[in-house]
Nanobody, 120 residues
Framework: QVQLVESGGGLVQPGGSLRLSCAASGSIFSINDMGWYRQAPGKQRELVAAIFSGGNTNYADSVKGRFTISRDNAKNTVYVQMNSLKPEDTAVYYC??????????????WGRGTQVTVSS
């Protein structure tokens, strides 16, 4: 079993910054891609940023130049640094990862989410 636990959400003023973290734990052999999604009220969940095992990254157009995703493979942790936050960034942010377990099975896991609210 694998768990993803997010942290770092909160309330921030427009133009401010937050850093989200997501730590994976459990029966992990390796982790392929890791990423962040978000879901605002009344909207579908959308990809924010992803980072692959080789270090390549992918960003939603709406966050390019403002968000930076990174990972610490030794800690099985993915981060997203969010700068110049806008009210439209308000959402629940979810961590996602494709994990190869110690039994060599491959599955995709989700965290429970962390709320980010951008408001003055």
């Amino acid at each position: 079993q694998v768990q993803l636990v997010e942290s770092g959400g909160g309330l921030v003023q427009p133009g401010g910054s937050l850093r989200l973290s997501c730590a994976a734990s459990g029966s992990i052999f390796s982790i392929n891609d890791m990423g962040w999604y978000r879901q605002a009220p009344g909207k579908q969940r959308e990809l924010v940023a992803a980072i692959f095992s080789g270090g390549n990254t992918n960003y939603a157009d709406s966050v390019k130049g403002r968000f930076t995703i990174s990972r610490d493979n030794a800690k099985n942790t993915v981060y997203v640094q969010m700068n110049s936050l806008k009210p439209e960034d308000t959402a629940v942010y979810y961590c996602n990862a494709e994990v190869v377990s110690t039994s060599r099975s491959k599955n995709r896991y989700w965290g429970r989410g962390t709320q980010v609210t951008v408001s003055s």
